[in-house]
């Protein structure tokens, strides 16, 4: 069975053997390498290498597969949307989902506490059924999330439209020109303000991260801490704090704090007591947007979760500091709440 696409404006520039890997996910890696060693892969009717990269319209022809091709359904883009943010409701194809903001290159969303953003049931499910109708076809580009947020963490996470919105977030990500911003409650009485330095390693058949010395083999994490306000009770204390994230390891949060003497309240994994309810860490701001050149504003804010503010009402009864929790509600920048603090 023959194959022929055209290049689209997401997968013009892409090496054509990673396109075709996307395209045609049916056809094993041999098969790929043996189709463009026999000079059985053409575009514009010429055969060209794996490393060829393809222009916005070039016609892609595969005369011969060696497995059958799933029939591609036209899909049409979708008008930008500029409503405030809305919730989308719960499918057999995934959950709900709460959007802060979309355009033509990413969306960001305001993720639940336990929802996965993989797998069966997950965020990327639900946001690849809500995006579909929205995107133009495109051979090798799938939508997806551009960072991590466990499964626990609520917040905000942003989600790639285009191929371009793709690469200049990841870019800048990796660059370090974002500022990934969260509030966490964590176990104790942090008063003072802190840097924590540590090297990482993953232990992927624990599914942890824990820390080592410099001379082995880790990646290193910092994480800056700024103690908000703690609660009164000696025989179980806890403090609010604002932690921004100057590198994005895995777990980099919860296995920092817990080695520093404040393990996130109720993170039983990284060695807090257990409690009843489930350990706050919330994505709260996502800072330096503006710098990226797609339309975005500088910052974008993930109000806390009602159920959230509510349990942290219980444990900070102060008028001032019921009122700073309930600024959290709100897309409220991030320097005006940390001014508040100062003041």
Same mark, same amino acid.
């Given at each position: ?11 013009? /520039?892409?090496?054509?053997?990673? $396109? ?19 000079? *059985?892969?053409?575009?514009?009717? #010429? ?22 091709? +799933?029939?591609?359904? !036209? ?26 903001? %979309? ?8 993720? =639940?506490?336990? $929802? ?11 946001? *690849?059924?809500?995006?579909? +109708? #929205? ?39 990796? =660059? ?27 232990? *992927?058949?624990?599914?942890?991260? /824990?820390?080592?010395? %410099? ?11 700024? !103690? ?39 993170? $039983? ?48 009864? =102060? ?5 700073? $929790? ?18």
């Amino acid at each position: 069975m023959a194959f022929t696409a055209q290049i689209t404006e997401n997968d013009q /520039n892409r090496r054509l053997d990673r $396109i075709v890997r996307k395209a045609l996910p049916q056809l094993p890696l041999s098969a790929i390498h043996k189709m463009f060693r026999k000079g *059985q892969v053409y575009i514009d009717g #010429k055969p060209v290498p794996a490393s060829f990269k393809p222009q916005l319209g070039s016609i892609l022809e595969i005369p011969e597969l060696v497995a059958e091709t +799933p029939q591609k359904i !036209p899909i049409t883009r979708g008008k930008v949307s500029k409503a405030p943010p809305v919730r989308l409701q719960s499918t057999d194809k995934g959950p709900s989902f709460q959007i802060l903001f %979309e355009n033509e290159a990413l969306l960001f969303i305001n993720k =639940e506490a336990g $929802i996965p953003v993989h797998g069966k049931d997950s965020l990327a499910l639900a946001v *690849q059924t809500y995006l579909g +109708p #929205k995107l133009s076809p495109s051979l090798s580009f799938r939508p997806g999330p551009l960072h991590r947020l466990d499964q626990g963490t609520s917040g905000i996470i942003t989600f790639s439209k285009n191929l371009m919105g793709a690469q200049c977030f990841s870019i800048a990500l990796r =660059e370090h020109r974002l500022e990934k911003w969260y509030v966490a409650l964590l176990q104790g009485c942090m008063t003072e303000p802190a840097q924590w330095t540590d090297t990482l390693i993953r232990d *992927q058949n624990r599914r942890m991260s /824990n820390l080592v010395s %410099e001379t082995d083999a880790g990646k290193q994490a910092i994480t800056r801490v700024y !103690p908000l306000f703690h609660t009164a009770h000696t025989h179980n204390p806890a403090t609010l704090v604002f932690i921004k994230l100057e590198t994005g390891r895995t777990h980099q949060i919860r296995v920092q704090a817990a080695h520093h003497g404040y393990p996130l309240l109720g993170d $039983i994994k990284y060695g807090a007591k257990k409690q009843a309810r489930p350990w706050v860490l919330h994505a709260y701001t996502l800072a330096g947007l503006g710098r990226l050149d797609l339309g975005l504003p500088d910052s974008i804010q993930a109000p806390l979760p009602d159920v959230q503010v509510i349990y942290l009402k219980t444990l900070f009864t =102060e008028i001032k500091q019921r009122l700073f $929790i309930q600024r959290l509600q709100e897309t409220t920048p991030i320097t005006d709440l940390l001014g508040a603090i100062i003041k």
